[in-house]
């Protein structure tokens, strides 16, 4: 059975993700490192480009209900971040005490612009707490890359992280552009999940048993992965590419190409 995280969750999860990402910031040699996993951007860059992040998220919570997101300058100056290392550090908890601050006044039930509106997912602060936690911990993976010490996942992250993606992420009333297909992701910690692509979109489900103990999910899937929890993630962000030894793929392996090349937004 899958088990859904909480609210409360969700905070000491970001507390904890963004404490590891400051202290693989602070174990680097040097900002200017270039980031592998970001071409042409450096270790700098990336800390300004997470926490500009936390501060527009923490920005749109606090707004409540909203057709839009707010305007740029309710979440930055125009100053962006400092360049010097421990002004940097103290910016990037600041960046993080904005977000978790607002999330705490605003609560899980607090309705909220979002960008996913067409997703599975709710538009509420809550939905928000949760989308920050893999973002954070990918930035921090990206980060400890880039210092030569990656590090997967937290597993009850990255379950959990996995879980979001699949609902918020993937899931769409946008027309699937190619023929329709059913893909599974398998988590070795014994969790899956089913993405079926039609006309209709993309919509998202966890895989198991039924209330009578019969698993509903019966139909074969065309395509289907299979790893651990974190490199799922990774495979879904991009950091593990899809011929990767970390993963079991099978099946029709282009539909993970199309599923990679797809904009839902465009």
């Known amino acids: 059975m899958h088990k859904l995280l909480t609210f409360p969750d969700h905070l000491r999860l970001i507390d904890e993700r963004s404490t590891a990402f400051r202290a693989a910031v602070a174990a680097a040699p040097s900002l200017d490192l270039q980031v592998p996993t970001h071409p042409g951007r450096t270790l700098f860059d990336l800390v300004q480009h997470v926490g500009l992040g936390r501060r527009k998220s923490a920005a749109i919570i606090a707004a409540g209900p909203a057709d839009a997101p707010p305007e740029k300058s309710a979440w930055e100056d125009g100053t962006g971040a400092p360049r010097e290392p421990e002004a940097l550090l103290a910016w ?27 997703s599975q997912s709710p538009q509420t602060s809550g939905a ?6 893999p973002e954070i911990a990918v930035h921090t993976y990206d980060v400890e ?6 590090q997967p996942l937290p597993e009850e992250v990255a379950l959990d992280g996995f879980d979001d993606c699949q609902f918020t ?15 599974d992701y398998h988590a070795t910690e014994g969790r899956s999940w089913r993405l ?6 993309a919509r998202a489900a966890r895989l198991g048993a039924s209330a009578t103990g019969e698993d509903p999910y019966t139909d074969t899937a065309d395509a289907s992965a299979r790893g651990t929890a974190s490199d799922l993630v990774l495979f879904f962000y991009g950091r593990i590419p899809p011929d990767s030894l970390k993963l079991e793929l099978d099946g029709d392996r282009r539909i993970f190409d199309q599923l990679i090349a797809w904009d839902p937004s465009v």
């Open 92 to 118: 990037w908890t600041e960046s993080v005490g904005q977000l978790t601050s607002a999330l705490r006044e605003a609560g899980p039930d607090r309705g909220c612009w979002t960008w996913w509106g067409d």
């Open 128 to 133: 928000w707490a949760r989308r920050q936690v």
């Open 145 to 150: 890359l880039t210092v030569g010490a990656p």
């Open 169 to 183: 992420l993937c899931s769409t009333d946008v027309a699937w552009p190619h023929e329709p297909a059913i893909v």
């Open 196 to 201: 079926r692509l039609s006309r209709d979109g």
